[in-house]
């Protein structure tokens, strides 16, 4: 803690962006100019900086933090992706980036931006950066296997991105829980602290917020179809996901008035979330031939599932010391873990005569001389449980490491508060 | 009115959800691949959620509302709209939906979020789900009847989506008021009530409905020209909104403070509206040969009765009891009308040696072996009052429907309030 | 001043925005379709109307004007530019536009806005539509001679937009310097006058600016790749902003951590504008093979300048009289000419063995019969050195001529203040 205000506090960030740049030197070089041509990059880019980083501007008053974080990890991460994810596929000690690979990085960095959703508020912001850059190194390596090693089809990243993030966050807070007891010295002379509760939303940022949260909504279509490979796909992918969107914001919308303290009203958690869950459920099988109405029953069950987990599963969580700022077991956890179990039941329905010449794009181990439908099926599965396995593993270690006292931590008061790490007007 | 605040207050919304996944599991399949190069979608789609959405957010207490109706009425309506708009030309009893398809079902949701604008603060949540659902219908009905039927052009759908929305809803407006005498009975023991005034703007809710406003304003020209054949027609059409949005632009800053009750200030009413009534005013002849000059010519004249009709048209129609809240009449309704009008001129005046071979892309029904250009202008003018004459009855009987008890109303106090809808802060 | 609050205030913007109209009719016609596949167009466009607008809410009771300035400025000036940049290069008296015209007619508007940067809150808005007018011509001059007579390379417009905007606009300020003493006359009977402190934010106006500033990190480098040829010239561009910016925005966190007065906390000053550094000082070279590390070493370095900059450099300036509310020389200033010398560096080390066939994409005077490298590097340099002197010389005069009486001018006590201006709720 004696770094806390030290002008030198930030200062390993520095020897890090100066290392990246370095390897960046050595290894990095301009890729081949077709994938100039790539899809969904500038969507996916703003769903990253101002998707993520408003919809975290629902608290009262840690928007800046909010705001800031989301930027710098981000900003610190994609550079660290670039070089992580072409890892085990780089030639002669060579990294080819092109467009698509900036895509790939934006994407990657929504891993590390999910478990931020859940930490929000709890960690200091050396912690952050530190849960950062581990959470990169672990999350390239376990899409590496669901990708090339598994070969799973998982177009829209819901087991690889989504389901990794939230569960990564979940073993984070779950390390992070023990701390609670070093807090425990009561303030103002063992009197019952006045302590105002700062984890809760104002009236304006809660319209903030529901920038990051439309504008994630708008481009989530792009998101999911930004690596297809044919226009046939490709426009699948983004009908499937604006249908299953359309559906889940119907559904949550009505739920969160049915499930609420005050029924026959909205709570703004529910609308600026669960209306989301749509865009995670359909994102593994989004390039599938699921049907339109198979689009929209997916939106309609992740609807459901996301409020009913706001509702009466993360107060459960939270008693028990888990704590999920953002939520993101119900929009990112729960949502990816049935985009995940939804593929293991496409791939197993797949057959050439629905996808004729298409099939080996959606699933390239899958053909006359490759696996049958029933062994990508299983290969899904493994992918999700492979997933859920490393990311709550990787998290919980993780976040025991983040606990190093180099990195500082918040004590119960210093929570959700913007005063810690801002110049405040 | 018993179901106010009931858990089931909005069941009967996730039944017409179901019943919309029903159908689209009968009648949908995917189309052609081919339009998954449609322009203009991702742009429409920000117009659609964060313009609309956010551009409502001016009243000070109706944010939470503003950006949630305009959410869950779009979802809905993108979804109905994608089979009503087919219904007519539907093959096999089979709708084979594109990206394109998404796009015209965007538009379509525009109709009923320029109804929602009038309708602003004074409509419950069910009302405007009723009204939605049955203005789509109708609306989908009148854009057969200009498009197929009398092959008028409106390439921006300044005819079938502006005029018709507003006009709709001007028709709910009228038939709304007679409600106005069951609410006289005194509140507060006959006392005056001491009602703050809600329908007004904060410093803040000005801000965040200006995102809407130059969202609106930037992607104009994507709506505009998203249903454009060739490059040049898009490109024609690009420039042309392009350019009388600007003029437009400048115009109502220079009006707004020319007219301003305080001359030499400007209003943020007219700053947030008529800036864009440029790119009404010009939707349906931005693609024809109206020269550069021409289209500022447009911007210039819309910008005026915009303006105008804010200052001294609203408030006459408000005391005679036809509510607007969000001034749609001079946003979309005049500026429509104009619109209209213009392409009766541009018809008339089309010849083969401006447009060359484009001509058919631009007026499909005229030609050697078609229409003459006077006649084509004579169905420019049908199209028009088909759409004003559809819209008022329409909106009126609709109206008058969304006054059966089960949709509930709101007392005047509760206009304009959030707090009828939402768990507030 | 008798002009303050007359209804007639604006009407010469009306004249102008009439002539234009006239002009336009007279010499604008629709060009080759070819270019309707521009990149770049709609994320520009969001930069100078989004990006530009909500980035100077920063202050808190400035938000209607900035984001309304803006607005108007940019809604006129892409139409006077529309004009003057075809000026020099116009055939047969006539001015043919495409949607590329109208990419370039926003790009050259940045460079006024950039100058409304430096002078927010302290001039009027005749002053500052005077300005911005005159302003156009001579940038569009100076554009002409880097691009056209000096046959600079300076794709993403770091010399002829960042620069010149930045330096126009000190000049600017330098000139109305003097007129601080005309106001020196004390209110309040010659007490201190109890001037509540405008110039500076509140917490919601800090959060919309990050709007601005987040979007305009965004869409920075379809900016910056916008007027690129090739597709590997296009890729490298984008891959080049993208990494300058991402290493100029940990750079930033860092450096505002360690420099600010409380050391360990970060500024919103530094956060909104220095991580947007690394777009303008890559801006000049994003084409060229500077390698991927170098575009972080770019980028790092113009954070550290940056900050630097807005630290230690822009408090002197104000204490000379030298206004720069924004802090464009921070942001727009220095990066630009920074990224003016890089271009002379790497136009010195450019070789047809790197470049191949694309060298003349970049350095279109550069080749076998044309000039050598190191001449190439000395003409960017003439570029940048007559940017700088253009600039501030017709700042300066501009600034002098915009003191006339008939454009009105703000008392110390009117800064930063809306009241003036609008209608306040």
Not at 138 to 160: H, M, P, R
Not at 234 to 246: C, K, W
Not at 288 to 295: D, E, K, N, R, S
Not at 379 to 401: D, N
Request: proline residues 3%; glycine residues 10%.
């Amino acid at each position: 803690m004696v770094l806390k205000y030290s002008a030198m506090k930030y200062s390993p960030v520095l020897v890090v962006q100066l290392i990246l740049m370095v390897l960046f030197f050595i290894f990095v070089r301009y890729g081949d100019e077709k994938e100039a041509h790539v899809r969904g990059f500038e969507g996916t880019h703003v769903m990253i900086f101002v998707g993520f980083g408003f919809l975290m501007t629902f608290l009262k008053k840690y928007c800046y933090s909010a705001l800031g974080f989301n930027w710098l990890l981000a900003a610190l991460v994609i550079q660290w992706a670039l070089l992580c994810q072409s890892f085990f596929t780089m030639k002669d000690n060579t990294i080819y980036i092109t467009k698509k690979s900036l895509l790939e990085a934006d994407i990657m960095s929504a891993t590390v931006l999910i478990t931020f959703g859940a930490l929000l508020g709890v960690a200091t912001g050396l912690q952050l950066l530190f849960i950062a850059i581990v959470e990169t190194v672990i999350a390239c390596l376990n899409l590496w296997l669901v990708t090339d090693v598994f070969k799973a089809a998982d177009v829209g990243g819901s087991i690889a991105i989504h389901t990794f993030g939230a569960y990564f966050g979940l073993g984070v807070s779950m390390a992070l829980r023990f701390r609670r007891e070093d807090t425990t010295t009561p303030m103002n002379n063992g009197n019952p602290a006045p302590v105002v509760d700062l984890n809760g939303a104002s009236y304006t940022s809660d319209v903030t917020a529901m920038i990051g949260s439309i504008f994630l909504w708008i481009y989530w279509p792009s998101f999911n179809s930004g690596l297809t490979n044919s226009d046939a796909e490709y426009q699948r992918a983004v009908i499937n996901t604006y249908l299953s969107l359309a559906a889940a914001t119907v559904t949550a919308f009505v739920m969160s008035s049915a499930v609420n303290k005050h029924p026959g009203r909205f709570d703004m958690v529910h609308i600026q979330n669960s209306t989301l869950a749509g865009g995670v459920a359909v994102g593994s099988v989004c390039n599938m031939h699921i049907g339109a109405g198979g689009a929209m029953a997916i939106g309609i069950g992740s609807g459901l599932l996301s409020v009913i987990g706001y509702r009466y599963l993360t107060p459960r969580l939270t008693k028990i010391g888990i704590l999920d700022t953002c939520g993101v077991n119900n929009l990112h956890g729960m949502p990816g873990v049935f985009s995940g179990l939804l593929s293991v039941l496409f791939a197993g329905l797949a057959s050439a005569q629905d996808y004729g010449t298409e099939l080996s794009n959606v699933f390239e181990a899958v053909g006359p001389d490759g696996r049958s439908a029933g062994s990508q099926a299983l290969y899904q599965f493994i992918a999700l449980a492979v997933t859920i396995g490393l990311s709550l593993v990787g998290g919980f270690v993780t976040g025991l490491l983040s606990k190093m006292p180099v990195f500082g931590s918040l004590k119960d008061a210093e929570r959700y508060d913007d005063q810690i790490n801002w110049e405040l007007p």
